[in-house]
């Protein structure tokens, strides 16, 4: 029988999507966890597929591409320093003291590392998606939440290049670290260099062409060129695409351009939970299950401290603190990351903490606005934040 064409395979795929969110719809059930489940099925035939796995890269990129286009430099630099105290919160209790719960039940530093780093991140891309599915990106938590997001893209590679050395036992030096945080100091000023100097004389350039067809190509190659240099330094395409919005941003016609990428992106971000799912590797058996519960059940309640801590250090009242901690529980994507430096039984482990946690993370964030004001009232929660 002849191989399957690339284009009958990607639209047989498409209508899957289109089943699967239109079942979503009907139930009113996430669609991130249906798109999850359909990449888990389709694994043993897309586990290595490329083309997948590059049009859900490029979802991923818009999506942060337009959420970075809400945060103009100013506006992001205030959020950085209002964040900082929650992010260093969120690497001692949702790394830190992970690793000292996996080191307690007599695994060996490596794999306690290893598995700290599994449960350190939310999932940017999930976190984002549900935000703006449910129409939260309006709340006050939002720019708290993606705040810290932005900071535990920041501090995720330097985990992993901590951790690759470890695994690979070419052991952990500072020239490689303080490498690594030039090149986020780098790509961070660049962008903001580039918004401020580059891009706010730009605005009648970006007035004059942005109803034209052509327009549409400088936007995407805005897009994707930072995330792609952000790749070739060895860091997130998702903290490039974030910076890429932020240039801009700078134009002050975030509108118009969303505008322009909205349709493209929702298109393509479902590809990446496609993609995402036919990573996660549930194997033969569930090994380690009462850590696994323990962990499950610390990484939950780490994120909605760190959430519920680091809202009301940020300024938030403690009604929306907690909705945002509630909002923080899912792993994904870096988690995935870290996980495949595992091996064996560890690594089937990480694939089945991530998928829960993914779960019971898409709940809770659906059930934060009526957990938060079943705690504080809805009196409260008009106060001003």
Same mark, same amino acid.
């Given at each position: 029988?002849?191989?399957?064409?690339?284009?009958?395979?990607?639209?047989?795929?498409?209508?899957?999507?289109?089943?699967?969110?239109?079942?979503?719809?009907?139930?009113?059930?996430?669609?991130?966890?249906?798109?999850? @489940?359909?990449?888990?099925? +389709?694994?043993?035939? #897309?586990?290595?597929?490329?083309? #997948?796995?590059?049009?859900?890269?490029?979802?991923?990129?818009?999506?942060?591409?337009?959420?970075?286009?809400? =945060?103009?430099?100013?506006?992001?630099?205030?959020?950085?320093?209002?964040?900082? /105290? $929650?992010?260093?919160?969120?690497?001692?209790?949702?790394?830190?003291?992970?690793?000292?719960?996996?080191?307690?039940?007599?695994?060996?530093? @490596?794999?306690?590392?290893?598995?700290?780093?599994?449960?350190? $991140?939310?999932?940017?891309?999930?976190?984002?998606?549900?935000?703006?599915?449910?129409?939260?990106?309006?709340?006050?938590?939002?720019?708290?939440?993606?705040? &810290?997001?932005?900071?535990?893209?920041?501090?995720?590679?330097?985990?992993?290049?901590?951790?690759?050395?470890?695994?690979?036992?070419?052991?952990?030096?500072?020239?490689?670290?303080?490498?690594?945080?030039?090149?986020?100091?780098?790509? +961070?000023?660049?962008?903001?260099? #580039?918004?401020?100097?580059?891009?706010?004389?730009?605005?009648?350039?970006?007035?004059?062409?942005?109803?034209?067809?052509?327009?549409?190509?400088?936007? =995407?190659?805005?897009?994707?060129?930072?995330?792609?240099?952000? &790749?070739?330094?060895?860091?997130?395409?998702?903290?490039?695409?974030?910076?890429?919005?932020?240039?801009?941003?700078?134009?002050? /016609?975030?509108?118009?351009?969303?505008?322009? +990428? +909205?349709?493209?992106?929702?298109?393509?971000?479902?590809?990446?939970?496609?993609?995402?799912?036919?990573?996660?590797?549930?194997?033969?058996?569930?090994?380690?299950?009462?850590?696994?519960?323990? &962990?499950?059940?610390?990484?939950?309640?780490?994120?909605?401290?760190?959430?519920?801590?680091?809202?009301?250090?940020?300024?938030?009242?403690?009604?929306?603190?907690? /909705?945002?901690? @509630?909002?923080?529980?899912?792993?994904?994507?870096?988690?995935?990351?870290?996980?495949?430096?595992?091996?064996?039984?560890? /690594?089937?482990?990480?694939?089945?903490?991530?998928?829960?946690?993914?779960?019971?993370?898409?709940?809770?964030?659906?059930?934060?606005?009526?957990?938060?004001?079943?705690?504080?009232?809805?009196?409260?929660?008009?106060?001003?934040?």
């Amino acid at each position: 029988m002849p191989e399957m064409p690339d284009l009958l395979a990607a639209g047989l795929m498409l209508l899957v999507l289109f089943i699967g969110g239109w079942i979503s719809f009907k139930m009113r059930f996430p669609d991130v966890i249906i798109y999850l @489940l359909i990449g888990i099925v +389709v694994s043993s035939w #897309l586990a290595d597929s490329h083309l #997948l796995y590059f049009a859900g890269e490029i979802g991923i990129v818009l999506l942060f591409f337009m959420l970075g286009m809400e =945060f103009p430099v100013r506006q992001l630099i205030l959020v950085a320093t209002k964040v900082f /105290r $929650a992010g260093i919160l969120d690497i001692i209790l949702s790394f830190g003291v992970t690793v000292g719960i996996t080191l307690a039940f007599g695994l060996g530093w @490596l794999e306690a590392l290893i598995i700290g780093g599994v449960a350190y $991140a939310t999932s940017s891309s999930i976190t984002a998606k549900m935000l703006e599915n449910s129409k939260r990106m309006v709340n006050p938590e939002s720019e708290f939440i993606l705040g &810290l997001l932005i900071f535990e893209d920041l501090f995720a590679p330097v985990l992993v290049a901590l951790l690759v050395s470890m695994t690979v036992g070419s052991g952990v030096t500072l020239g490689m670290l303080g490498w690594t945080f030039v090149q986020i100091i780098i790509l +961070v000023a660049g962008a903001v260099l #580039l918004g401020i100097f580059v891009f706010r004389k730009l605005r009648s350039f970006v007035d004059r062409y942005m109803d034209e067809d052509f327009f549409l190509l400088f936007v =995407f190659g805005i897009a994707l060129t930072y995330g792609g240099i952000a &790749l070739y330094l060895n860091l997130s395409e998702v903290l490039g695409a974030f910076l890429a919005g932020i240039i801009l941003a700078e134009v002050k /016609r975030s509108d118009v351009l969303e505008g322009l +990428v +909205v349709r493209f992106r929702d298109l393509l971000l479902p590809m990446f939970f496609v993609y995402f799912g036919t990573t996660i590797e549930v194997g033969e058996g569930v090994p380690m299950i009462p850590m696994l519960l323990v &962990l499950l059940f610390w990484s939950v309640a780490a994120k909605i401290i760190v959430g519920f801590a680091g809202g009301k250090l940020y300024g938030l009242s403690s009604k929306v603190a907690l /909705r945002a901690g @509630l909002s923080l529980t899912q792993r994904g994507e870096f988690s995935i990351i870290v996980a495949a430096l595992a091996t064996g039984t560890l /690594r089937t482990f990480s694939s089945i903490f991530i998928l829960l946690s993914a779960l019971v993370g898409v709940y809770l964030f659906q059930k934060a606005p009526e957990l938060a004001t079943s705690i504080y009232g809805k009196k409260r929660g008009k106060k001003p934040v």
